[in-house]
Protein backbone atom coordinates (compact mmCIF):
# COMPACT_ATOMS: atom_id res chain seq x y z
CA UNK A 1 0.00 0.00 0.00
CA UNK A 2 3.05 2.29 0.46
CA UNK A 3 3.56 2.60 -2.99
CA UNK A 4 -0.42 3.38 -3.83
CA UNK A 5 0.01 7.37 -3.84
CA UNK A 6 3.03 6.81 -6.51
CA UNK A 7 0.64 4.78 -8.55
CA UNK A 8 -2.17 7.64 -7.94
CA UNK A 9 -0.60 10.29 -8.63
CA UNK A 10 0.89 8.83 -12.30
CA UNK A 11 -2.89 8.38 -12.96
CA UNK A 12 -3.79 12.41 -11.62
CA UNK A 13 -1.07 13.87 -14.20
CA UNK A 14 -3.37 13.96 -17.19
CA UNK A 15 -6.63 14.01 -15.06
CA UNK A 16 -8.65 14.32 -18.98
CA UNK A 17 -7.01 11.91 -20.06
CA UNK A 18 -7.00 9.31 -17.47
CA UNK A 19 -10.91 10.32 -17.11
CA UNK A 20 -11.42 9.53 -20.78
CA UNK A 21 -10.05 6.29 -20.41
CA UNK A 22 -11.96 5.44 -17.29
CA UNK A 23 -15.18 6.81 -18.88
CA UNK A 24 -14.16 3.87 -22.34
CA UNK A 25 -14.05 1.47 -19.66
CA UNK A 26 -16.84 2.13 -17.97
CA UNK A 27 -18.84 2.27 -20.75
CA UNK A 28 -17.69 -1.02 -21.89
CA UNK A 29 -19.11 -2.68 -19.07
CA UNK A 30 -22.08 -0.98 -18.47
CA UNK A 31 -22.38 -2.31 -22.31
CA UNK A 32 -21.38 -5.87 -21.06
CA UNK A 33 -23.59 -5.84 -17.97
CA UNK A 34 -26.93 -4.27 -20.06
CA UNK A 35 -26.43 -6.66 -23.05
CA UNK A 36 -26.18 -10.05 -20.72
CA UNK A 37 -29.17 -8.50 -18.58
CA UNK A 38 -31.32 -8.87 -22.15
CA UNK A 39 -29.67 -12.20 -23.14
CA UNK A 40 -30.65 -13.42 -19.63
CA UNK A 41 -34.02 -12.00 -20.60
CA UNK A 42 -34.53 -13.51 -23.84
CA UNK A 43 -32.59 -17.20 -22.84
CA UNK A 44 -34.42 -17.37 -19.48
CA UNK A 45 -37.04 -19.92 -20.59
CA UNK A 46 -34.30 -22.14 -21.68
CA UNK A 47 -32.31 -22.43 -18.45
CA UNK A 48 -35.52 -22.68 -16.17
CA UNK A 49 -36.44 -25.19 -18.53
CA UNK A 50 -37.34 -28.69 -16.87
CA UNK A 51 -35.21 -31.57 -17.41
CA UNK A 52 -37.99 -33.32 -17.10
CA UNK A 53 -40.40 -32.21 -19.23
CA UNK A 54 -41.40 -32.31 -22.81
CA UNK A 55 -43.52 -30.34 -25.16
CA UNK A 56 -46.13 -32.30 -27.46
CA UNK A 57 -47.25 -29.82 -30.00
CA UNK A 58 -48.44 -30.32 -33.52
CA UNK A 59 -46.44 -31.80 -36.09
CA UNK A 60 -47.05 -28.98 -38.82
CA UNK A 61 -46.69 -25.95 -36.66
CA UNK A 62 -47.50 -24.80 -33.35
CA UNK A 63 -50.31 -22.20 -34.43
CA UNK A 64 -52.21 -26.02 -35.29
CA UNK A 65 -53.99 -27.05 -32.61
CA UNK A 66 -54.11 -30.95 -30.99
CA UNK A 67 -57.87 -32.43 -29.56
CA UNK A 68 -57.99 -32.46 -25.68
CA UNK A 69 -58.64 -35.37 -25.57
CA UNK A 70 -54.99 -36.10 -26.12
CA UNK A 71 -54.19 -35.82 -22.62
CA UNK A 72 -55.71 -38.92 -21.59
CA UNK A 73 -53.58 -40.70 -24.19
CA UNK A 74 -50.68 -39.27 -23.64
CA UNK A 75 -50.97 -40.30 -20.27
CA UNK A 76 -51.30 -43.88 -21.05
CA UNK A 77 -47.74 -43.60 -22.69
CA UNK A 78 -45.27 -45.84 -20.41
CA UNK A 79 -43.12 -42.99 -18.71
CA UNK A 80 -45.32 -40.28 -18.96
CA UNK A 81 -46.24 -38.87 -15.70
CA UNK A 82 -48.67 -36.28 -16.14
CA UNK A 83 -49.76 -34.19 -19.09
CA UNK A 84 -51.48 -31.04 -18.84
CA UNK A 85 -52.33 -28.72 -22.04
CA UNK A 86 -51.85 -24.89 -22.71
CA UNK A 87 -53.44 -22.63 -25.64
CA UNK A 88 -52.24 -19.40 -26.43
CA UNK A 89 -54.48 -16.53 -26.40
CA UNK A 90 -53.05 -13.78 -27.59
CA UNK A 91 -54.98 -11.61 -24.93
CA UNK A 92 -54.71 -7.69 -25.41
CA UNK A 93 -55.47 -5.69 -22.76
CA UNK A 94 -57.86 -2.19 -22.94
CA UNK A 95 -57.96 -2.90 -26.86
CA UNK A 96 -53.98 -0.80 -26.81
CA UNK A 97 -51.45 -3.47 -28.77
CA UNK A 98 -48.91 -2.48 -26.62
CA UNK A 99 -50.85 -3.91 -24.22
CA UNK A 100 -49.80 -7.66 -25.19
CA UNK A 101 -48.87 -10.11 -22.72
CA UNK A 102 -48.28 -14.04 -22.62
CA UNK A 103 -52.21 -15.77 -21.28
CA UNK A 104 -52.93 -18.78 -21.85
CA UNK A 105 -55.78 -20.71 -21.09
CA UNK A 106 -54.93 -24.19 -18.79
CA UNK A 107 -56.35 -26.92 -16.72
CA UNK A 108 -55.85 -25.15 -13.12
CA UNK A 109 -56.25 -28.27 -11.14
CA UNK A 110 -52.86 -29.89 -12.86
CA UNK A 111 -51.36 -26.65 -14.16
CA UNK A 112 -49.08 -26.16 -10.21
CA UNK A 113 -48.55 -29.33 -10.00
CA UNK A 114 -46.75 -29.52 -13.30
CA UNK A 115 -44.87 -25.84 -13.11
CA UNK A 116 -43.43 -25.88 -9.40
CA UNK A 117 -41.28 -22.90 -10.72
CA UNK A 118 -44.44 -21.18 -10.18
CA UNK A 119 -45.36 -20.43 -5.77
CA UNK A 120 -48.99 -20.50 -5.74
CA UNK A 121 -50.67 -19.88 -1.57
CA UNK A 122 -53.26 -22.63 -1.15
CA UNK A 123 -55.90 -20.25 -0.42
CA UNK A 124 -55.48 -18.51 -3.84
CA UNK A 125 -55.34 -21.74 -5.79
CA UNK A 126 -58.33 -22.91 -4.06
CA UNK A 127 -60.27 -19.97 -4.80
CA UNK A 128 -59.33 -20.27 -8.77
CA UNK A 129 -60.52 -23.77 -8.45
CA UNK A 130 -63.83 -22.31 -7.56
CA UNK A 131 -63.88 -19.55 -9.95
CA UNK A 132 -64.55 -20.06 -13.17
CA UNK A 133 -63.80 -16.86 -14.74
CA UNK A 134 -60.51 -16.64 -12.18
CA UNK A 135 -56.89 -15.86 -13.63
CA UNK A 136 -53.80 -16.54 -12.15
CA UNK A 137 -51.56 -13.54 -13.06
CA UNK A 138 -47.63 -13.69 -12.70
CA UNK A 139 -46.27 -11.01 -10.39
CA UNK A 140 -44.40 -8.72 -13.08
CA UNK A 141 -47.69 -8.56 -15.04
CA UNK A 142 -49.64 -7.57 -12.05
CA UNK A 143 -47.23 -4.49 -11.38
CA UNK A 144 -47.17 -3.77 -14.73
CA UNK A 145 -50.84 -2.46 -15.14
CA UNK A 146 -51.24 -2.04 -11.22
CA UNK A 147 -53.58 -5.03 -11.08
CA UNK A 148 -54.87 -6.60 -7.78
CA UNK A 149 -56.73 -9.66 -6.00
CA UNK A 150 -60.00 -8.78 -6.51
CA UNK A 151 -59.41 -6.68 -9.93
CA UNK A 152 -62.09 -7.61 -12.62
CA UNK A 153 -59.95 -7.58 -16.48
CA UNK A 154 -61.28 -7.10 -19.98
CA UNK A 155 -59.64 -8.72 -22.51
CA UNK A 156 -59.82 -9.03 -26.39
CA UNK A 157 -57.73 -12.03 -28.12
CA UNK A 158 -57.62 -11.88 -32.07
CA UNK A 159 -57.16 -15.52 -31.96
CA UNK A 160 -59.66 -16.35 -30.19
CA UNK A 161 -62.87 -13.89 -30.61
CA UNK A 162 -65.66 -14.86 -27.44
CA UNK A 163 -69.31 -15.79 -28.48
CA UNK A 164 -71.25 -12.94 -29.24
CA UNK A 165 -67.87 -10.63 -29.87
CA UNK A 166 -68.15 -9.33 -26.57
CA UNK A 167 -64.82 -8.68 -24.42
CA UNK A 168 -63.25 -12.22 -22.23
CA UNK A 169 -63.49 -11.18 -18.64
CA UNK A 170 -61.38 -12.43 -15.73
CA UNK A 171 -61.49 -12.22 -12.23
CA UNK A 172 -57.92 -11.82 -10.50
CA UNK A 173 -57.83 -14.75 -7.97
CA UNK A 174 -54.35 -15.09 -7.39
CA UNK A 175 -51.07 -13.46 -7.85
CA UNK A 176 -48.29 -16.01 -8.44
CA UNK A 177 -44.60 -15.49 -7.66
CA UNK A 178 -41.54 -17.26 -9.28
CA UNK A 179 -39.09 -19.74 -7.07
CA UNK A 180 -35.96 -18.33 -8.46
CA UNK A 181 -35.11 -15.14 -9.77
CA UNK A 182 -35.19 -15.97 -13.38
CA UNK A 183 -38.49 -17.74 -13.54
CA UNK A 184 -41.16 -15.74 -15.53
CA UNK A 185 -43.91 -13.78 -13.99
CA UNK A 186 -45.01 -11.99 -17.00
CA UNK A 187 -47.82 -14.76 -17.72
CA UNK A 188 -51.96 -14.66 -17.22
CA UNK A 189 -53.43 -18.16 -16.87
CA UNK A 190 -57.03 -18.73 -16.72
CA UNK A 191 -59.18 -21.72 -16.52
CA UNK A 192 -59.93 -23.60 -20.20
CA UNK A 193 -63.44 -24.60 -19.13
CA UNK A 194 -64.53 -21.14 -19.28
CA UNK A 195 -62.44 -20.30 -22.73
CA UNK A 196 -63.54 -23.59 -24.10
CA UNK A 197 -67.24 -22.74 -23.75
CA UNK A 198 -66.72 -19.00 -24.40
CA UNK A 199 -65.25 -18.73 -27.76
CA UNK A 200 -66.95 -18.70 -31.21
CA UNK A 201 -64.79 -21.79 -32.36
CA UNK A 202 -62.12 -24.82 -32.17
CA UNK A 203 -64.23 -26.30 -29.12
CA UNK A 204 -62.59 -29.05 -27.82
CA UNK A 205 -58.50 -27.85 -29.01
CA UNK A 206 -55.80 -27.09 -26.99
CA UNK A 207 -52.05 -26.08 -28.11
CA UNK A 208 -49.46 -27.98 -26.98
CA UNK A 209 -49.18 -30.35 -24.29
CA UNK A 210 -46.25 -30.16 -21.46
CA UNK A 211 -45.65 -33.25 -20.25
CA UNK A 212 -43.40 -34.15 -17.24
CA UNK A 213 -42.09 -37.76 -17.70
CA UNK A 214 -41.17 -40.67 -14.48
CA UNK A 215 -37.49 -40.43 -15.26
CA UNK A 216 -35.38 -37.52 -16.92
CA UNK A 217 -32.98 -40.06 -18.32
CA UNK A 218 -36.05 -41.36 -20.62
CA UNK A 219 -36.78 -38.20 -21.91
CA UNK A 220 -35.65 -39.22 -25.48
CA UNK A 221 -37.17 -42.33 -25.11
CA UNK A 222 -41.12 -40.80 -24.39
CA UNK A 223 -40.90 -38.09 -26.90
CA UNK A 224 -40.68 -40.75 -29.65
CA UNK A 225 -42.80 -43.12 -27.81
CA UNK A 226 -46.02 -39.85 -27.94
CA UNK A 227 -44.99 -39.02 -31.86
CA UNK A 228 -45.22 -42.96 -32.42
CA UNK A 229 -48.63 -42.84 -31.14
CA UNK A 230 -49.98 -40.57 -33.14
CA UNK A 231 -48.45 -41.18 -36.23
CA UNK A 232 -50.40 -41.06 -39.00
CA UNK A 233 -53.51 -39.83 -37.34
CA UNK A 234 -55.17 -36.30 -38.42
CA UNK A 235 -53.10 -34.08 -35.93
CA UNK A 236 -49.90 -36.28 -36.07
CA UNK A 237 -47.40 -34.88 -33.19
CA UNK A 238 -44.04 -33.39 -32.76
CA UNK A 239 -42.13 -33.88 -29.57
CA UNK A 240 -38.96 -31.87 -27.87
CA UNK A 241 -37.38 -31.51 -24.32
CA UNK A 242 -39.08 -28.14 -22.73
CA UNK A 243 -35.46 -26.73 -23.41
CA UNK A 244 -35.59 -27.13 -27.29
CA UNK A 245 -38.85 -25.92 -27.75
CA UNK A 246 -38.00 -22.92 -25.74
CA UNK A 247 -34.59 -22.55 -27.76
CA UNK A 248 -37.00 -22.28 -31.12
CA UNK A 249 -38.70 -20.06 -29.89
CA UNK A 250 -35.22 -17.75 -28.53
CA UNK A 251 -33.92 -18.49 -32.06
CA UNK A 252 -36.64 -16.92 -33.88
CA UNK A 253 -34.71 -13.23 -32.57
CA UNK A 254 -31.76 -14.80 -33.62
CA UNK A 255 -28.54 -16.36 -32.01
CA UNK A 256 -28.70 -14.24 -28.82
CA UNK A 257 -25.67 -15.40 -27.63
CA UNK A 258 -23.40 -15.31 -30.99
CA UNK A 259 -25.09 -11.50 -31.18
CA UNK A 260 -23.95 -10.87 -27.88
CA UNK A 261 -19.96 -12.33 -28.19
CA UNK A 262 -19.99 -10.16 -31.44
CA UNK A 263 -20.89 -6.92 -30.10
CA UNK A 264 -18.78 -7.38 -26.60
CA UNK A 265 -16.00 -8.63 -28.91
CA UNK A 266 -15.94 -5.80 -30.61
CA UNK A 267 -16.02 -3.73 -27.82
CA UNK A 268 -13.70 -5.21 -25.71
CA UNK A 269 -11.10 -5.16 -28.51
CA UNK A 270 -11.84 -1.58 -28.99
CA UNK A 271 -11.65 -0.64 -25.00
CA UNK A 272 -7.85 -2.95 -25.39
CA UNK A 273 -6.78 -1.03 -27.75
CA UNK A 274 -7.67 2.10 -26.58
CA UNK A 275 -6.84 1.61 -22.77
CA UNK A 276 -3.71 -0.24 -24.01
CA UNK A 277 -2.42 2.65 -26.18
CA UNK A 278 -3.11 5.32 -22.93
CA UNK A 279 -1.47 3.53 -20.43
CA UNK A 280 1.70 2.69 -23.14
CA UNK A 281 1.52 6.79 -24.29
CA UNK A 282 1.73 7.10 -20.20
CA UNK A 283 4.58 4.95 -19.51
CA UNK A 284 6.59 6.61 -22.47
CA UNK A 285 5.98 10.07 -21.39
CA UNK A 286 7.50 8.53 -17.95
CA UNK A 287 10.66 6.99 -19.55
CA UNK A 288 13.33 9.30 -17.35
CA UNK A 289 11.16 9.09 -14.41
CA UNK A 290 11.16 5.07 -14.33
CA UNK A 291 14.84 5.36 -15.12
CA UNK A 292 15.07 7.34 -12.12
CA UNK A 293 13.14 5.03 -9.45
CA UNK A 294 15.21 2.62 -11.01
CA UNK A 295 18.08 4.45 -10.12
CA UNK A 296 17.19 4.42 -6.71
CA UNK A 297 16.97 1.19 -6.39
CA UNK A 298 13.38 0.10 -7.67
CA UNK A 299 13.74 -3.20 -8.75
CA UNK A 300 12.73 -4.10 -12.45
CA UNK A 301 9.88 -6.62 -11.08
CA UNK A 302 8.54 -3.77 -8.56
CA UNK A 303 8.36 -1.27 -11.28
CA UNK A 304 6.74 -3.72 -13.77
CA UNK A 305 4.05 -4.21 -10.72
CA UNK A 306 3.83 -0.36 -10.32
CA UNK A 307 2.73 -0.13 -14.59
CA UNK A 308 0.48 -2.90 -13.57
CA UNK A 309 -1.41 -1.80 -10.97
CA UNK A 310 -1.71 1.61 -12.66
CA UNK A 311 -3.91 -0.23 -15.34
CA UNK A 312 -5.66 -2.53 -13.17
CA UNK A 313 -6.65 0.18 -11.13
CA UNK A 314 -8.27 1.84 -14.63
CA UNK A 315 -9.78 -0.96 -15.32
CA UNK A 316 -11.23 -1.85 -11.94
CA UNK A 317 -12.58 1.45 -10.98
CA UNK A 318 -14.34 1.94 -14.67
CA UNK A 319 -15.05 -1.62 -15.07
CA UNK A 320 -16.86 -2.09 -11.46
CA UNK A 321 -18.13 1.49 -12.19
CA UNK A 322 -19.88 0.18 -15.72
CA UNK A 323 -21.35 -3.46 -14.01
CA UNK A 324 -22.23 -1.39 -10.58
CA UNK A 325 -24.93 0.46 -12.91
CA UNK A 326 -25.79 -2.39 -14.93
CA UNK A 327 -26.49 -4.23 -12.10
CA UNK A 328 -28.20 -1.29 -10.36
CA UNK A 329 -30.45 -0.61 -13.86
CA UNK A 330 -31.48 -4.34 -13.57
CA UNK A 331 -32.95 -3.66 -9.94
CA UNK A 332 -35.10 -1.20 -11.19
CA UNK A 333 -37.06 -4.01 -13.53
CA UNK A 334 -37.84 -3.98 -17.20
CA UNK A 335 -38.22 -1.07 -18.90
CA UNK A 336 -40.09 -3.31 -21.34
CA UNK A 337 -41.87 -6.11 -19.20
CA UNK A 338 -43.89 -6.79 -22.22
CA UNK A 339 -40.68 -8.41 -24.07
CA UNK A 340 -38.68 -8.58 -21.60
CA UNK A 341 -40.61 -10.21 -18.56
CA UNK A 342 -37.19 -11.48 -17.09
CA UNK A 343 -34.50 -8.89 -16.49
CA UNK A 344 -32.24 -9.05 -14.16
CA UNK A 345 -27.96 -9.74 -14.52
CA UNK A 346 -27.31 -13.32 -13.09
CA UNK A 347 -24.53 -13.29 -10.56
CA UNK A 348 -22.50 -15.80 -12.94
CA UNK A 349 -22.43 -13.17 -15.30
CA UNK A 350 -21.01 -10.75 -13.04
CA UNK A 351 -18.31 -13.26 -11.93
CA UNK A 352 -17.74 -13.22 -15.95
CA UNK A 353 -17.50 -9.56 -15.79
CA UNK A 354 -15.55 -9.44 -12.56
CA UNK A 355 -12.63 -11.45 -14.64
CA UNK A 356 -12.80 -9.42 -17.89
CA UNK A 357 -11.89 -6.32 -15.34
CA UNK A 358 -9.10 -8.40 -13.86
CA UNK A 359 -8.14 -9.53 -17.21
CA UNK A 360 -8.02 -5.92 -19.30
CA UNK A 361 -5.96 -4.37 -16.34
CA UNK A 362 -3.84 -7.07 -16.71
CA UNK A 363 -3.72 -7.23 -20.69
CA UNK A 364 -3.80 -3.66 -21.15
CA UNK A 365 -0.65 -2.58 -18.86
CA UNK A 366 1.20 -5.89 -19.64
CA UNK A 367 3.16 -4.57 -22.77
CA UNK A 368 4.27 -1.30 -21.22
CA UNK A 369 5.09 -2.79 -18.10
CA UNK A 370 7.59 -5.38 -19.37
CA UNK A 371 8.90 -2.35 -21.56
CA UNK A 372 9.26 -0.37 -18.39
CA UNK A 373 10.68 -3.15 -16.95
CA UNK A 374 13.95 -3.79 -19.38
CA UNK A 375 14.34 0.00 -19.73
CA UNK A 376 18.22 0.40 -19.05
CA UNK A 377 18.83 2.98 -16.53
CA UNK A 378 21.19 4.72 -18.43
CA UNK A 379 19.41 5.14 -21.58
CA UNK A 380 16.48 6.20 -19.65
CA UNK A 381 18.85 9.35 -17.90
CA UNK A 382 20.54 9.59 -21.21
CA UNK A 383 16.85 10.77 -22.57
CA UNK A 384 16.79 13.90 -20.63
CA UNK A 385 20.13 14.90 -20.90
CA UNK B 1 32.23 -0.31 4.33
CA UNK B 2 35.92 0.19 3.06
CA UNK B 3 37.63 -2.35 1.17
CA UNK B 4 40.42 -1.93 4.75
CA UNK B 5 42.68 -0.14 3.26
CA UNK B 6 40.58 3.05 3.53
CA UNK B 7 39.72 2.98 -0.06
CA UNK B 8 35.94 3.08 -0.60
CA UNK B 9 35.83 2.66 -4.59
CA UNK B 10 38.80 1.02 -6.54
CA UNK B 11 37.64 0.78 -10.53
CA UNK B 12 39.87 -1.68 -11.96
CA UNK B 13 41.22 -1.95 -15.70
CA UNK B 14 37.47 -1.12 -17.18
CA UNK B 15 35.93 -0.76 -20.55
CA UNK B 16 32.90 -0.16 -21.64
CA UNK B 17 31.81 -0.15 -25.44
CA UNK B 18 28.89 1.08 -27.02
CA UNK B 19 27.36 -0.71 -29.81
CA UNK B 20 25.76 1.10 -31.94
CA UNK B 21 24.48 -1.28 -35.10
CA UNK B 22 27.41 -2.69 -36.32
CA UNK B 23 29.81 0.22 -35.35
CA UNK B 24 31.34 -0.11 -31.55
CA UNK B 25 32.11 2.91 -30.02
CA UNK B 26 34.64 2.43 -26.89
CA UNK B 27 34.09 5.18 -24.39
CA UNK B 28 36.50 3.57 -21.89
CA UNK B 29 39.55 1.87 -21.86
CA UNK B 30 41.63 0.35 -19.32
CA UNK B 31 40.79 2.62 -17.09
CA UNK B 32 41.29 2.14 -12.92
CA UNK B 33 40.65 4.58 -10.35
CA UNK B 34 40.64 4.55 -6.39
CA UNK B 35 38.29 6.69 -4.35
CA UNK B 36 39.22 7.21 -0.59
CA UNK B 37 36.65 6.78 1.61
CA UNK B 38 35.67 10.64 2.67
CA UNK B 39 36.78 11.94 -0.39
CA UNK B 40 35.39 14.59 -2.76
CA UNK B 41 36.53 13.86 -5.76
CA UNK B 42 35.81 15.89 -9.11
CA UNK B 43 36.11 14.20 -12.13
CA UNK B 44 36.42 16.85 -15.04
CA UNK B 45 36.95 16.20 -18.84
CA UNK B 46 35.18 17.58 -22.21
CA UNK B 47 32.18 15.96 -23.24
CA UNK B 48 31.86 12.57 -24.91
CA UNK B 49 34.75 11.89 -22.64
CA UNK B 50 33.44 9.06 -20.53
CA UNK B 51 32.54 11.11 -17.25
CA UNK B 52 28.66 10.03 -16.55
CA UNK B 53 29.54 6.37 -18.25
CA UNK B 54 31.95 6.13 -15.39
CA UNK B 55 29.73 7.28 -12.73
CA UNK B 56 27.03 4.88 -14.00
CA UNK B 57 29.33 2.19 -13.89
CA UNK B 58 30.54 3.15 -9.97
CA UNK B 59 26.71 3.17 -8.99
CA UNK B 60 26.25 0.41 -10.62
CA UNK B 61 23.78 2.11 -13.12
CA UNK B 62 25.21 0.56 -16.45
CA UNK B 63 28.07 -2.98 -16.83
CA UNK B 64 31.12 -2.54 -17.83
CA UNK B 65 32.08 -4.55 -21.11
CA UNK B 66 35.44 -5.63 -19.06
CA UNK B 67 37.17 -5.35 -15.70
CA UNK B 68 35.97 -4.83 -12.21
CA UNK B 69 34.73 -2.51 -9.96
CA UNK B 70 34.33 -2.31 -5.97
CA UNK B 71 32.72 -0.55 -3.88
CA UNK B 72 33.65 -1.29 -0.06
CA UNK B 73 33.87 -5.03 -0.24
CA UNK B 74 31.48 -5.75 -2.60
CA UNK B 75 31.91 -6.19 -6.48
CA UNK B 76 28.80 -4.58 -8.41
CA UNK B 77 29.73 -5.54 -11.75
CA UNK B 78 28.79 -9.54 -11.37
CA UNK B 79 25.64 -8.39 -9.69
CA UNK B 80 22.65 -9.40 -11.26
CA UNK B 81 20.09 -6.48 -12.13
CA UNK B 82 18.06 -7.15 -8.92
CA UNK B 83 20.91 -7.81 -6.70
CA UNK B 84 22.45 -3.98 -7.72
CA UNK B 85 18.98 -2.68 -7.08
CA UNK B 86 19.05 -3.68 -3.78
CA UNK B 87 23.09 -2.32 -3.30
CA UNK B 88 21.69 1.08 -5.00
CA UNK B 89 18.99 1.39 -2.85
CA UNK B 90 21.38 0.57 0.49
CA UNK B 91 24.76 2.37 -0.24
CA UNK B 92 24.62 4.86 -3.06
CA UNK B 93 22.68 8.42 -3.38
CA UNK B 94 22.12 9.84 -6.71
CA UNK B 95 22.12 13.34 -7.52
CA UNK B 96 21.25 14.88 -11.33
CA UNK B 97 22.08 17.64 -13.17
CA UNK B 98 18.26 18.60 -14.03
CA UNK B 99 17.04 17.46 -10.62
CA UNK B 100 14.83 14.54 -12.04
CA UNK B 101 12.18 14.54 -9.44
CA UNK B 102 8.95 13.45 -10.00
CA UNK B 103 6.56 16.59 -10.43
CA UNK B 104 3.66 14.80 -9.68
CA UNK B 105 4.79 14.39 -6.08
CA UNK B 106 5.27 16.89 -3.27
CA UNK B 107 8.95 17.60 -2.68
CA UNK B 108 8.92 15.44 1.08
CA UNK B 109 7.70 12.57 -1.36
CA UNK B 110 9.91 12.91 -3.75
CA UNK B 111 12.76 12.65 -0.73
CA UNK B 112 10.71 9.72 0.65
CA UNK B 113 10.59 7.84 -2.49
CA UNK B 114 14.51 5.85 -1.40
CA UNK B 115 12.70 4.45 1.64
CA UNK B 116 9.66 2.95 0.14
CA UNK B 117 12.41 0.36 -0.10
CA UNK B 118 13.21 -0.32 3.11
CA UNK B 119 11.49 -1.84 5.90
CA UNK B 120 10.81 1.58 7.68
CA UNK B 121 7.43 2.28 9.30
CA UNK B 122 5.18 5.60 7.77
CA UNK B 123 6.52 7.47 10.88
CA UNK B 124 10.20 6.58 10.46
CA UNK B 125 9.88 7.35 6.65
CA UNK B 126 8.65 10.56 7.71
CA UNK B 127 11.43 11.18 10.37
CA UNK B 128 14.23 10.58 8.03
CA UNK B 129 12.53 12.95 5.60
CA UNK B 130 12.23 15.96 7.95
CA UNK B 131 15.79 15.16 8.94
CA UNK B 132 16.72 15.29 5.25
CA UNK B 133 14.96 17.81 4.45
CA UNK B 134 16.63 19.66 7.24
CA UNK B 135 20.18 19.02 6.40
CA UNK B 136 19.50 20.66 2.81
CA UNK B 137 17.94 23.78 4.70
CA UNK B 138 14.05 23.00 3.06
CA UNK B 139 11.68 22.45 5.94
CA UNK B 140 9.71 25.05 5.13
CA UNK B 141 9.31 23.87 1.53
CA UNK B 142 8.36 20.05 2.21
CA UNK B 143 4.31 20.00 0.73
CA UNK B 144 5.69 22.13 -2.29
CA UNK B 145 5.32 20.63 -5.63
CA UNK B 146 8.35 20.41 -7.52
CA UNK B 147 7.21 22.83 -10.29
CA UNK B 148 6.58 26.00 -7.45
CA UNK B 149 10.59 25.35 -6.77
CA UNK B 150 13.74 27.19 -7.42
CA UNK B 151 16.08 25.45 -9.93
CA UNK B 152 18.81 25.66 -6.37
CA UNK B 153 15.55 24.48 -4.13
CA UNK B 154 15.21 21.30 -6.38
CA UNK B 155 18.18 20.54 -6.75
CA UNK B 156 18.33 20.69 -2.66
CA UNK B 157 15.38 18.49 -2.62
CA UNK B 158 17.60 15.97 -5.10
CA UNK B 159 20.14 15.80 -2.87
CA UNK B 160 17.69 15.06 0.08
CA UNK B 161 16.34 12.16 -1.82
CA UNK B 162 19.97 11.12 -2.26
CA UNK B 163 21.17 11.23 1.24
CA UNK B 164 17.66 10.34 2.89
CA UNK B 165 18.77 6.71 3.63
CA UNK B 166 22.20 7.60 4.67
CA UNK B 167 24.24 6.15 1.73
CA UNK B 168 28.09 5.83 1.97
CA UNK B 169 28.46 6.86 -1.67
CA UNK B 170 27.34 10.40 -3.24
CA UNK B 171 27.23 10.13 -6.95
CA UNK B 172 26.75 13.42 -8.56
CA UNK B 173 26.44 14.11 -12.46
CA UNK B 174 26.80 17.61 -13.01
CA UNK B 175 24.85 18.81 -9.87
CA UNK B 176 25.57 22.25 -10.70
CA UNK B 177 25.36 22.61 -14.62
CA UNK B 178 21.78 23.82 -14.48
CA UNK B 179 22.07 26.24 -12.00
CA UNK B 180 23.08 30.27 -11.88
CA UNK B 181 26.46 30.58 -9.57
CA UNK B 182 24.93 31.63 -6.45
CA UNK B 183 22.50 29.07 -6.52
CA UNK B 184 25.86 26.62 -7.59
CA UNK B 185 27.92 27.71 -5.25
CA UNK B 186 24.78 26.74 -2.43
CA UNK B 187 24.75 23.52 -3.96
CA UNK B 188 28.71 22.94 -3.79
CA UNK B 189 28.86 23.94 0.04
CA UNK B 190 26.00 21.75 1.10
CA UNK B 191 28.07 18.97 -0.47
CA UNK B 192 31.51 20.16 0.89
CA UNK B 193 29.33 20.10 4.39
CA UNK B 194 27.87 16.29 3.36
CA UNK B 195 31.83 15.38 3.46
CA UNK B 196 32.92 17.23 6.18
CA UNK B 197 29.65 16.73 9.25
CA UNK B 198 28.46 13.57 7.54
CA UNK B 199 31.68 12.10 6.53
CA UNK B 200 30.02 11.36 2.59
CA UNK B 201 32.30 9.98 0.17
CA UNK B 202 31.32 12.13 -3.01
CA UNK B 203 32.01 11.72 -6.70
CA UNK B 204 30.98 14.65 -8.63
CA UNK B 205 31.17 15.23 -12.63
CA UNK B 206 31.40 18.86 -13.84
CA UNK B 207 32.44 20.85 -16.39
CA UNK B 208 33.07 23.82 -14.17
CA UNK B 209 36.56 24.53 -12.35
CA UNK B 210 34.97 26.45 -10.10
CA UNK B 211 33.12 23.28 -9.00
CA UNK B 212 36.06 21.24 -8.83
CA UNK B 213 37.78 23.77 -7.21
CA UNK B 214 35.32 22.88 -4.04
CA UNK B 215 36.35 19.11 -4.31
CA UNK B 216 39.45 17.45 -2.81
CA UNK B 217 40.73 16.33 -5.57
CA UNK B 218 40.06 16.25 -9.29
CA UNK B 219 41.05 13.74 -11.80
CA UNK B 220 40.11 14.23 -15.62
CA UNK B 221 38.85 12.34 -18.17
CA UNK B 222 40.03 12.35 -21.84
CA UNK B 223 39.02 9.97 -24.67
CA UNK B 224 38.06 6.83 -22.05
CA UNK B 225 41.62 7.34 -19.80
CA UNK B 226 41.93 9.41 -16.86
CA UNK B 227 45.26 11.66 -16.31
CA UNK B 228 45.73 13.63 -13.63
CA UNK B 229 46.65 16.44 -15.94
CA UNK B 230 43.52 18.57 -17.45
CA UNK B 231 43.95 18.04 -20.98
CA UNK B 232 45.04 20.35 -23.70
Given amino acids: MKYFYLVWSNMKRRKLRTSLTLLSVFVAFLLFGLLCTIKEAFTAGVSMAGADRLVVRHKVSLIMNLPVSYGTRIEQIPGVAQAVHWTWFNGIYQNEPKNFFGSFSVDPERFFSIHPEYVIPDDQKRAWLSTRTGAAVGRTLAVRFGWKIGDRIPLTSPIWPRKGDGAWEFDIVSVYDGAQRNTDTSGFFFRYDYFDEGRAYGEGLVGWYMVRVTDADRVTEVAKAIDAAFANSPHETKTESEGAFAQGFVQQVGNIGAILIAILSAVFFTILLVTGNTIAQSVRERTEEIGVLKALGFSNVLVLALVLAESSIIATLGGFAGLGLAWFISLGGSPIPAVLPVFYLPAQNIVIGVVLVLGLGILTGILPALRAMHLQIAVALRRHA | ?232
Fill in chain 2, 1 to 232: MTSGNGVLVRVENVEKVFRRGSEEIRVLSGLSLEVPQGEFLALMGPSGSGKTTLLNLIGGLDRATQGAVHVGNERIDTMSDRQRAAWRARHVGLVFQFYNLLPVLSAERNVELPLLLTPLSKSERRAHVETALKIVGLSHRQRHSPRTLSGGEQQRVGIARAIVTDPTLLLCDEPTGDLDRMAGDEILGLLQALKHEHGKTIIMVTHDPHASARATRTVYLNKGRLTSEKPE
